[in-house]
């Protein structure tokens, strides 16, 4: 057999693919019935504001290894693509190049397309899109439209993060710790009118269901966190002299009898009318300009309190203080009611803000959690203290039980030329004026100069912003903003399962058969932004009668990012080799191989050339071996149960529950290699030919080109048509332990364990015993013991 040559071998599978249209999967005829096991296995579209990197290999093959997995395993397996091609990572690029966006893109499609290819990866090109082509942004304005109809989304004045590098608003969810998520400019606050969806109305929805969801519990954590859902109570305060009750929020109402002082945000719309009345009036407005002016996080953070004595006071609804109102900025506007009771003795801002101004402390709970000072309801632990004086506060019509959220309006409006334009006129006479459904696309204008200036550069486009207003005629004006290209994203894996469509989205019954997505890879950094938004729209497309699912991702795995030399690639980074280049050097399967064999995806891994080099001499290996196997022995021949038999068996147990089950996809590729070990010390044992053609089947999702040029040399066809292989349990039973598991000293479960599982293999699946982790109570563990063929002892303290 010749050498192992990677180009001709990869470019001619690729032909037979692409000839052959082997992973298009044709919508099947209304009515018609379908395979009853579907697989919609999807990873985040990439944005082509550059060429694709090593981390994109390992995201795609990712997705690749699932694909042919399921697809070997029975399902229907729906596996397409795409461009995230409006928004600002892509005008950014043009900008630094000097060229349009549209050409940019186009051009790096092409050339992200080619690249893709050349890797190999099954996918369904008759499905392509890119959220810029105008047959897609048509169903964007038109889901837009839908949205704006039943009052999911609206415009209001608000005060918004402003990057004032990328000249314009930033989503709270693309600000990190008060920089733009982007350029890492800081962000500042200003007051504009933008375009919001109402996702605060889902809070309760993204958080109840959750449980739906086989998600990774970090990124739920993260969700749960972002929506930062709070209960307590409403608590109104009276001020007399404005005959006037103010309401605030509180998740302490056990600590009322504590408040010493009283203070609203700054942007409180009764500031002003205090301050019409205060003495102190031109110092509160001095502050209240002050503070407007000051960012949010570094508000919220309150490092250096600062406030002012409105002159007023309000009434303690349960004992009749009155305390002082102040105005200070820690208290942020967009949270809870804008005002708040201050309890100096509990509550560590409160404290500290009473010190910087002598503000009287009042403690109302001792250290055994008890209520003192507290009239009826001291002696009373602080939760039944809560619950009474809420209850006492509701039957004398002073408050109620109340929830508060962190999670905001999500507005998603942007000052900028690449994105999706807004179908909506503004009218003198008529308002806020929808453009009608057969008027789409809103096509995005051709303009002099997009750069951003603050000013929408689209506003620049006279001709196409003056327009008659679609209700009475009258001369009318085009938003000028556009859509965020999370907007883009937030549906596009809908619009995959019918992508031609040209009278809607999407047809609902194909749509709803595909959905949800069964497997969602990407990246960790959408945890809070990306992954929401999809979520959100969701569950309002659910609402309007356009889906009948109401979570988009079924399972999501998120993969670690590929460093180098310790940096994150995130870019083309210099020095780094490109997946053309490593192509070039190493071929497509060698290059696959290798990033999955780094370790756990999900974690972060370090990339080095010399793992591919490595990967590079395997698939020669193999190549060699298979070879000789396949002219020494002839198809057919059944495998006896000797040892390497019960081997190739094992492996496919092992590889089929780490893909399935465990979502490992370094353990099978280790797996395949000890049994090409296996076989090259035993190549004339009798079942080497069955060795042979387990580990190319099984090797077939990582290394598709070399695994069909191997499997043709066995004998067969069309392996990745072929039904995965299956272990026989009658070649498993006989090499398996019972494994004894103690948690100090302590047995805490037994079960059976392949026999030859590497020592830290035997740890790890003691400790995914749910037994072993009801008595290991999350505790750390110090020391763990491994008795082979017997026993693991954790040892925790
Ligand atoms: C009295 C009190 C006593 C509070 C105590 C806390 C501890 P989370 O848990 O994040 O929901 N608060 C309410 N609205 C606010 C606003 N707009 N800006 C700044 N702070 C605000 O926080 C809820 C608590 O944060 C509320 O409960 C309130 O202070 C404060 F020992 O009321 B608390
Ligand atoms: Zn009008």
Same mark, same amino acid.
């Given at each position: 057999?010749?050498?192992?040559?990677?180009?001709?071998?990869?470019?001619?599978?690729?032909?037979?693919? #692409?000839?052959?249209?082997?992973?298009?999967?044709?919508?099947?005829?209304?009515?018609?019935?379908?395979?009853?096991?579907?697989?919609?296995?999807?990873?985040?579209?990439?944005?082509?504001?550059?060429?694709?990197?090593?981390?994109?290999?390992?995201?795609?093959?990712?997705?690749?290894?699932?694909?042919?997995?399921?697809?070997?395993?029975?399902?229907?397996?729906?596996?397409?693509?795409?461009?995230?091609?409006?928004?600002?990572?892509?005008?950014?690029?043009?900008?630094?190049?000097?060229?349009?966006?549209?050409?940019?893109?186009?051009?790096?499609?092409?050339?992200?397309?080619?690249?893709?290819?050349?890797? =190999?990866?099954?996918?369904?090109?008759?499905?392509?899109?890119?959220?810029?082509?105008?047959?897609?942004?048509?169903?964007?304005?038109?889901?837009?439209?839908?949205?704006?109809?039943?009052?999911?989304?609206?415009?209001?004045?608000?005060?918004?993060?402003?990057?004032?590098?990328?000249?314009?608003?930033? +989503?709270?969810?693309?600000?990190? /710790?008060?920089?733009?998520?982007?350029?890492?400019?800081? @962000?500042?606050?200003?007051?504009?009118?933008?375009?919001?969806?109402?996702?605060?109305?889902?809070?309760?929805?993204?958080?109840?269901?959750?449980?739906?969801?086989?998600?990774?519990?970090?990124?739920?954590?993260?969700?749960?966190?972002?929506?930062?859902?709070?209960?307590?109570?409403?608590?109104?305060?009276?001020? /007399?002299?404005?005959?006037?009750?103010?309401?605030?929020?509180?998740?302490?109402?056990?600590?009322?009898?504590?408040?010493?002082?009283?203070?609203?945000?700054? !942007?409180?719309?009764?500031? /002003?009318?205090?301050?019409?009345?205060?003495?102190?009036?031109?110092?509160?407005?001095?502050?209240?300009?002050?503070?407007?002016?000051?960012?949010?996080?570094?508000?919220?953070? %309150?490092?250096?309190?600062?406030?002012?004595?409105?002159?007023?006071?309000?009434?303690?609804?349960?004992?009749?203080?009155?305390?002082? $109102?102040?105005?200070?900025?820690?208290?942020?506007?967009?949270?809870?009611?804008?005002? *708040?009771?201050?309890?100096?003795?509990?509550?560590?801002?409160?404290?500290?803000?009473?010190?910087?101004?002598?503000?009287?402390?009042?403690?109302? *709970?001792?250290? #055994? %959690?008890?209520? @003192?000072?507290?009239?009826?309801?001291?002696?009373?632990?602080?939760?039944?203290?809560?619950?009474?004086?809420?209850?006492?506060?509701?039957?004398?019509?002073?408050?109620?039980?109340?929830?508060?959220?962190?999670?905001?309006?999500?507005?998603?409006?942007?000052?900028?030329?690449?994105?999706?334009?807004?179908? $909506?006129?503004?009218?003198?006479?008529?308002?806020?004026?929808?453009?009608?459904?057969?008027?789409?696309?809103?096509?995005?204008?051709?303009?002099?100069?997009?750069?951003?200036? %603050?000013?929408?550069?689209?506003?620049?486009?006279?001709?196409?912003?003056?327009?008659?207003?679609?209700?009475?005629?009258?001369?009318?004006?085009?938003?000028?903003?556009?859509?965020?290209?999370?907007?883009?994203?937030?549906?596009?894996?809908?619009?995959?399962?019918?992508?031609?469509?040209?009278?809607?989205?999407?047809?609902?019954?194909?749509?709803?058969?595909?959905?949800?997505?069964?497997?969602?890879?990407?990246?960790?950094?959408?945890?809070?932004?990306?992954? $929401?938004?999809?979520?959100?729209?969701?569950?309002?497309?659910?609402?309007?009668?356009?889906?009948?699912?109401?979570?988009?991702?079924?399972?999501?795995?998120?993969?670690?990012?590929?460093?180098?030399?310790?940096?994150? $690639?995130?870019?083309?980074?210099? =020095? +780094?080799?490109?997946?053309?280049?490593? @192509?070039?050097?190493?071929?497509? /399967?060698?290059?696959?191989?290798?990033?999955?064999?780094?370790?756990?995806?999900?974690?972060?891994?370090?990339?080095?050339?010399?793992?591919?080099?490595?990967?590079?001499?395997?698939?020669?290996?193999?190549?060699?071996? @298979?070879?000789?196997?396949? #002219?020494?022995?002839?198809?057919?021949?059944?495998?006896?149960?000797?040892?390497?038999?019960?081997?190739?068996?094992?492996?496919?147990?092992?590889?089929?529950?780490?893909?399935?089950?465990?979502?490992?996809?370094?353990?099978?590729?280790?797996?395949?290699?000890?049994?090409?070990?296996?076989?090259?010390?035993?190549?004339?044992?009798?079942?080497?030919?069955?060795?042979?053609?387990?580990?190319?089947?099984?090797?077939?999702?990582?290394?598709?080109?070399?695994?069909?040029?191997?499997?043709?040399?066995?004998?067969?066809?069309?392996?990745? !048509?072929?039904?995965?292989?299956?272990?026989?349990?009658?070649?498993?039973?006989?090499?398996?332990?019972?494994?004894?598991?103690?948690?100090?000293?302590?047995?805490?479960?037994?079960?059976?364990?392949?026999?030859?599982?590497?020592?830290?293999?035997?740890?790890?699946?003691?400790?995914?015993?749910?037994?072993?982790?009801?008595?290991?109570?999350?505790?750390?563990?110090?020391?763990?013991?491994?008795?082979?063929?017997?026993?693991?002892?954790?040892?925790?303290?």
């Amino acid at each position: 057999m010749d050498r192992y040559d990677a180009h001709t071998v990869e470019t001619k599978w690729q032909r037979i693919w #692409d000839e052959s249209r082997a992973f298009e999967v044709p919508n099947p005829e209304p009515g018609a019935p379908r395979n009853e096991r579907k697989s919609y296995v999807l990873e985040m579209l990439p944005y082509p504001s550059g060429t694709l990197h090593i981390g994109h290999v390992l995201v795609y093959t990712l997705g690749d290894v699932l694909a042919h997995f399921y697809r070997r395993t029975g399902s229907d397996v729906l596996r397409p693509m795409g461009y995230d091609s409006f928004g600002l990572p892509a005008e950014n690029a043009a900008l630094k190049e000097g060229e349009h966006p549209r050409d940019i893109v186009e051009r790096n499609i092409v050339s992200i397309r080619r690249t893709m290819k050349r890797l =190999g990866w099954a996918i369904d090109w008759s499905r392509e899109l890119s959220t810029h082509d105008p047959e897609y942004y048509r169903w964007t304005q038109w889901l837009f439209l839908k949205f704006f109809e039943a009052g999911h989304t609206y415009r209001k004045a608000a005060l918004v993060n402003w990057c004032p590098n990328d000249q314009t608003v930033l +989503a709270n969810e693309q600000v990190r /710790d008060g920089h733009c998520e982007r350029c890492g400019a800081e @962000v500042e606050a200003r007051k504009l009118e933008q375009w919001f969806f109402r996702i605060t109305a889902y809070a309760d929805s993204l958080l109840d269901e959750m449980k739906d969801l086989d998600w990774p519990e970090r990124v739920l954590a993260m969700q749960r966190n972002w929506i930062g859902r709070s209960e307590g109570a409403e608590v109104l305060f009276r001020v /007399d002299e404005l005959d006037i009750d103010i309401p605030v929020f509180t998740t302490r109402p056990d600590t009322l009898f504590g408040a010493t002082f009283f203070v609203l945000a700054p !942007e409180h719309p009764l500031v /002003d009318r205090l301050a019409e009345q205060s003495p102190n009036a031109d110092e509160i407005r001095t502050y209240v300009r002050k503070a407007g002016a000051r960012p949010v996080e570094e508000r919220a953070a %309150g490092t250096d309190k600062t406030g002012v004595f409105t002159g007023f006071f309000a009434t303690n609804p349960v004992n009749d203080a009155r305390i002082p $109102i102040w105005v200070a900025d820690y208290v942020l506007m967009d949270y809870g009611t804008g005002a *708040i009771m201050a309890v100096p003795a509990h509550d560590e801002r409160d404290g500290e803000f009473a010190e910087r101004f002598d503000l009287p402390v009042k403690v109302v *709970i001792d250290d #055994d %959690g008890k209520l @003192v000072d507290s009239a009826q309801f001291a002696g009373l632990p602080h939760d039944e203290a809560a619950k009474a004086i809420v209850e006492w506060l509701g039957s004398h019509g002073r408050g109620r039980p109340a929830v508060s959220y962190r999670l905001r309006d999500w507005g998603y409006s942007r000052q900028r030329y690449w994105g999706c334009p807004i179908p $909506i006129v503004y009218c003198d006479d008529c308002g806020i004026v929808p453009v009608p459904e057969e008027e789409l696309p809103v096509i995005l204008p051709e303009v002099e100069d997009y750069k951003p200036k %603050g000013i929408p550069p689209l506003a620049q486009a006279e001709d196409w912003v003056r327009v008659p207003c679609p209700q009475c005629g009258k001369e009318g004006r085009r938003e000028v903003e556009t859509m965020d290209t999370f907007v883009d994203s937030s549906w596009y894996f809908l619009r995959y399962c019918d992508p031609k469509n040209e009278d809607a989205p999407y047809d609902r019954e194909l749509a709803d058969s595909w959905m949800p997505v069964d497997h969602y890879t990407g990246g960790l950094d959408h945890s809070t932004v990306h992954l $929401i938004y999809a979520r959100y729209f969701q569950k309002v497309l659910n609402e309007l009668g356009l889906s009948s699912h109401r979570e988009p991702f079924k399972r999501f795995f998120g993969n670690g990012f590929v460093t180098q030399g310790g940096a994150k $690639i995130s870019k083309r980074v210099g =020095g +780094a080799a490109t997946p053309d280049e490593l @192509v070039e050097s190493y071929g497509a /399967d060698a290059t696959r191989l290798s990033i999955l064999f780094i370790g756990p995806a999900d974690q972060d891994m370090e990339w080095t050339p010399s793992g591919v080099e490595g990967m590079q001499r395997f698939l020669r290996r193999l190549w060699r071996l @298979v070879g000789e196997v396949a #002219d020494n022995s002839s198809a057919g021949g059944a495998p006896d149960d000797g040892a390497l038999a019960r081997r190739a068996h094992r492996t496919i147990a092992r590889a089929t529950d780490d893909l399935g089950r465990r979502q490992q996809f370094h353990t099978p590729i280790a797996a395949v290699m000890e049994l090409v070990n296996d076989l090259s010390k035993a190549p004339d044992d009798p079942a080497a030919r069955f060795a042979a053609e387990t580990t190319v089947s099984l090797i077939q999702p990582y290394a598709p080109h070399v695994a069909e040029e191997l499997w043709e040399r066995l004998g067969h066809e069309r392996l990745w !048509e072929q039904p995965w292989p299956q272990a026989d349990p009658a070649f498993l039973e006989e090499d398996t332990f019972e494994l004894v598991v103690q948690v100090n000293g302590k047995v805490r479960d037994r079960f059976r364990v392949p026999a030859d599982l590497p020592e830290d293999e035997l740890v790890a699946r003691a400790k995914e015993s749910p037994k072993v982790q009801a008595h290991l109570n999350g505790g750390e563990i110090r020391q763990t013991i491994v008795v082979p063929r017997k026993l693991v002892n954790l040892v925790v303290g």
